[in-house]
Antibody, heavy 119, light 107 residues
C-alpha cells in the first residue's frame, strides 16, 4: 500500500535553512505520471501549497516562496526533499508531503511534521 | 495566481442535514478542482477530484459539481464523522492553490 512519511527538525532558528525529507513506499517516482507536492499549514490556518516535482523532474513553486524553496527527488531512495531557506517564525506550521497522480489528483498524504521557528 | 474563495467560512448544522459548500475560482479552471476533508490533528483526505469524481472509499453522501469558476461540495445527510474542515484546491495550473477552508460544526 502507499505510505508517505515526513522527517526533519522540529525546531529551527530564524535565518536557518529547513530541510525536510519525504520517504515513501508503494509506488515509484520514476513511473510516468507520478509526482509529489509539499503543502504546509500554520497552526489554526488554511492549507498552503508550496512545491511540486514530476516524475520527469519538472518542478513548480509557490509564487510568493519560490526564491526560498528547492524541491528534489532521489528515485533510488524513494525520497523527495524540500529545502526552505531563511526561515522565519511565520513559517511555523505542519508540513505535509503528498502524492499526485497525473499531476492533478493528490490522493495520498503523509501524517505531517510540525516545524517551529524560534530562537 | 488563481485565487480560490470558499463560502461560508464556517457553518453549523445538525446530523441528517444537507450541507452545501461553495468554491469560486478567480479564473476558469475547467473541472480541475478537488475537495479535501481535514479533521483536527490529521492530514487532509481526498473526497472529490475532477470536480465531481468520488474518491474510492468515500461515502456516496458526498458529491461535487461545477465547471469553470463555480463549484460546490454537497453532503446529502450529515453524519457525526463529517464534522470537520473542508478545503477546495485548484489543480488546473501551477501554482496550485487552496481555498481558505470551511469549518463544519455541530449545531
Amino acid at each position: 500500500q502507499v505510505t508517505l512519511r515526513e522527517s526533519g527538525p522540529a525546531l529551527v532558528k530564524p535565518t536557518q535553512t529547513l530541510t525536510l525529507t519525504c520517504t515513501f513506499s508503494g509506488f515509484s517516482l520514476s513511473t510516468n505520471a507520478m509526482s509529489m507536492s509539499w503543502i504546509r499549514q500554520p497552526p489554526g490556518k488554511a492549507l498552503e501549497w508550496l512545491a511540486h516535482i514530476d516524475w520527469d523532474d519538472n518542478t513548480y513553486y509557490s509564487t510568493s516562496l519560490k526564491t526560498r524553496l528547492t524541491i528534489s527527488k532521489d528515485t533510488s531512495k524513494n525520497q523527495v526533499v524540500l529545502k526552505m531557506t531563511n526561515m522565519d517564525p511565520v513559517d511555523t506550521g505542519t508540513y505535509y508531503c503528498a502524492r499526485a497522480v497525473a499531476g492533478r489528483k493528490i490522493d495520498y498524504w503523509g501524517q505531517g511534521t510540525l516545524v517551529t521557528v524560534s530562537s | 495566481d488563481i485565487q480560490m474563495t470558499q463560502s461560508p467560512s464556517s457553518v453549523s448544522a445538525s446530523v441528517g442535514d444537507r450541507v452545501t459548500i461553495t468554491c469560486r475560482a478567480s479564473q476558469a479552471i475547467s473541472s480541475y478542482l478537488a475537495w479535501f476533508q481535514q479533521k483536527p490533528g490529521k492530514a487532509p483526505k481526498l473526497l472529490i477530484y475532477g470536480a465531481s469524481s468520488l474518491q474510492s472509499g468515500v461515502p456516496s453522501r458526498f458529491s461535487g459539481s461545477g465547471y469553470g469558476t463555480d463549484f460546490t461540495l454537497t453532503i446529502s445527510s450529515l453524519q457525526p464523522e463529517d464534522f470537520a474542515s473542508y478545503y477546495c484546491q485548484q489543480v488546473n495550473s501551477f501554482p496550485y492553490t487552496f481555498g481558505q477552508g470551511t469549518k463544519l460544526e455541530i449545531k
